[in-house]
């Protein structure tokens, strides 16, 4: 410690030298340039005086006119003027040069200090760094010998605090134990009007919630009861009519279209008037299976049994024609149904006032040869034949097409808007109707001939002249054929596998198409 002030003296003296050494060279830097003659000289050069001195020899001659002696004055002037110039600039030379040989002297002076004690520094701070280097080491080894010291200490103060504790440890438990126990009395002394409280306040508040919710309750139950008396008027309303309609449809078909026995051959006898539709098939379909069905055990009861069957017929003149679409040649369902409806029409209808053209060009007429016995008692029942070459088919074709322009022309003309209409002022007179059958459309076709089928689709219903056809999609269209006229006028029935799909209603409404089955061989003979 003695060293470190000792060291601090020295520092502080030899910092106030260098102190003194810049002051006397800032001094005499100073003095230097508060000389009077290096200033005048540094603002206005030797050159500039002798060239003023000069012009003021030279204007005092030509001021005095030139004349020979004011001459000779202007130029002794001018002489002098430069002489004391060069003299006062001389001797503001040596005397600036004087000071600053003494100002230099002193800088340099300062500045060897300032060295110098730059030196002594960086040599005292190398001597600190070493000394509290040291320090530093001597302190941790310090600490760490007391750290290695404390775990006795601290084993010595638990045995100490032990020792202490121990004979008043069995006081103070039995202090705390009879605190503890009057601390609890009070907690559940106070616990027990709480929960007193609180069962009353709950008595209370139950009591209040269940008369709100009975009032709730019972409004719930009115607008209930309101709402589903609503839905019951309006659910009757919508479903009785379609159920009544329903069982309508089936009493007016029943009689003319039962199923076919012996026994409705020798019973039946010829109509006198053309029945306006044509029964072939039937949707079944089972509410109890549907989301409807549901409401059997609601209050939304269906008026009848949830197992409904919906007639499928022709109607006419509005739909009298049929379509089926498949990817197959003509057979099987398909033949059968056209044989069927072949046969329902010939049985509901006066005789006489219907009348087929059959095309089979790829089935070469096996596809309706039971028919074929109807030509034994009136071959124009069946236009003579079943037709399979493409001109006998193009010449059935143009035949339909002039049947209907006579009738557009000679019957309907601006009178009537159809057939049916005209016929039931024609009386006896009434036109019969043309039923053309075909089947594997459009094998056998030529483009006039499938054009001219077109045309009869579009225009043969209100003529009374329909179509019951039999289209295999895996062959083309003919040119200029769009099947959605095909479809237009049509009742159309599209194969999927072994069945029927009536289109996109009857899957929405998970109803199955059952096709009316033909009669069996022994029927069939009767006929």
Known sequence: ????????????????????????????????????????????????????????????????????????VGAITAVLLVAGCIAAYVSGRKGAHDEAVRTGAAILDGYRALRAGLVAADSRYKFERKRLQAEYDETCADVDAKWAAADGVEEEFEKMGRAKLEPQLPRILQKLDARMKRDLARIRERADAKVAEF???????????DGAHQVEMDAVL???????????????????????????????????FPAWSAQFVEAWKPYTQFTPATKFAQFTLDLAKCAVGSTGASRLALPGAPQVSIPLALTYPQQGSLLFETKESCGGATASVLNNVMLRL??????????????????LGENFSGLMHLGDYEESLINRRIWTQRDQIDERLTELNGHIEKVIQMYLRNEYANITAYNEQAGSVAEKYHFLVVADFPNGFSEPAAQRLQSIMISGARCGVFTLIHWDQRQPLPDGIAAEELRKSSVCLRAEGSTFNAGREQTEAGAALVLDPPPDAIVSQSL
């Open 1 to 72: 410690k003695d060293g470190d002030k000792q060291g601090g003296e020295a520092e502080e003296d030899f910092l106030g030298e260098i102190e003194t050494r810049i002051s006397a060279a800032n001094d005499q830097v100073a003095k230097f340039r508060a000389l009077p003659l290096p200033k005048f000289f540094s603002a206005m050069p030797l050159a500039v005086c002798i060239v003023l001195a000069l012009v003021a020899g030279g204007a005092m001659s030509f001021v005095r006119g030139f004349s020979s002696p004011l001459w000779a």
């Open 199 to 209: 069962r009353g306040a709950a008595a209370e508040k139950h009591a209040q919630l």
């Open 222 to 256: 009115a607008g209930e009861k309101a709402r589903w008396d609503k839905l019951d008027a309006a659910w009757k309303e919508q479903i009785t009519p379609i159920f009544t309609e329903i069982t309508s449809l089936n009493a007016a078909l029943a009689p003319a």
């Open 346 to 363: 010939l049985a509901t209808t006066p005789p006489g006032k219907v009348a087929f053209t059959i095309i089979d060009p790829v089935g």
